[in-house]
């Protein structure tokens, strides 16, 4: 699997500078649902390694179903993230959604998973469940607060129906990428504590904490170059604190 990590490698040098520049010529608009099943595939990868095959694969399955249902709910109906619906073609549609947005949850869960997992423990632990679910899905919204900006106001992805003080995003959609997350991440430590351990796959687990600052780092380039400065200091600042939480947590309760 090592040809998916360096093509990804090679066509994220070419995003950053094309899509972080808007320098990405129309009829090459395509290369952007590419890099998300690149990303999201890297992801399923690290599953396998971690959970086992079979596991690996079903809750990457399940994991890009239910987000993409449950982004349905919202395109359909405005539950769970708010009402919004998608302005450019990512391809293929389930629900009504784009296959690489499911790509691209698969990618945040297990991002946000590895940079939390050294902290897991062995057994399972009530209280450490808790703390892994808040701190994963705190990263998982630290993800969104770069990402939605960008689609939203830059790129015009997808475009909101109702309106909220963060560059018109609703929080309803914060709290919903919260709750989503918190709801799967809680799942994945049940099934790494208890019901089957999950191993430890050092080289896998590091390229994941690059691939989700990978992530920030183009969308940081991005708001920057676009002017979204506010965008960039509550990301940064949201990291800020997470991660000092992640590891305080680790140190008080996590470890054994």
């Not at 396998?48 to 809750?59: A, C, D, E, N, S």
């Not at 690489?100 to 902290?119: H, K």
Request: proline letters at 3%.
């Amino acid at each position: 699997m090592e040809w998916v990590w360096r093509i990804f490698l090679v066509w994220y040098g070419f995003g950053i500078i094309l899509v972080g520049f808007d320098l990405l010529p129309p009829f090459l608009e395509w290369a952007n649902a590419v890099f998300l099943y690149l990303a999201g595939t890297l992801a399923v990868i690290y599953a396998v390694k971690t959970l086992g095959k079979l596991p690996g694969l079903t809750f990457s399955a399940a994991i890009m179903a239910f987000t993409m249902w449950a982004e349905s709910l919202g395109v359909k109906y405005g539950w769970v993230f708010g009402a919004y619906h998608y302005e450019k073609d990512f391809g293929i549609q389930l629900f009504g959604v784009p296959l690489t947005i499911g790509f691209a949850w698969v990618m945040v869960i297990f991002t946000s998973m590895a940079i939390v997992r050294p902290w897991l423990g062995q057994s399972f632990s009530f209280l450490r469940m808790i703390m892994y679910a808040v701190i994963t899905s705190a990263l998982a919204v630290c993800m969104d607060l770069i990402i939605d900006p960008v689609a939203f106001v830059v790129k015009e992805y997808w475009v909101w129906e109702n309106t909220g003080p963060y560059y018109g995003i609703p929080n309803q959609n914060f709290f919903g990428w919260f709750s989503v997350s918190f709801g799967i991440q809680i799942l994945l430590y049940i099934w790494l504590t208890t019901i089957k351990k999950g191993k430890s796959d050092a080289l896998w687990s590091k390229r994941m904490k690059w691939l989700y600052a990978m992530m920030i780092a183009m969308f940081v380039v991005t708001s920057l170059v676009a002017g979204l400065f506010l965008a960039v200091g509550v990301t940064l600042l949201g990291l800020l604190i997470t991660l000092s939480a992640a590891y305080a947590g680790g140190r008080l309760i996590f470890r054994e």
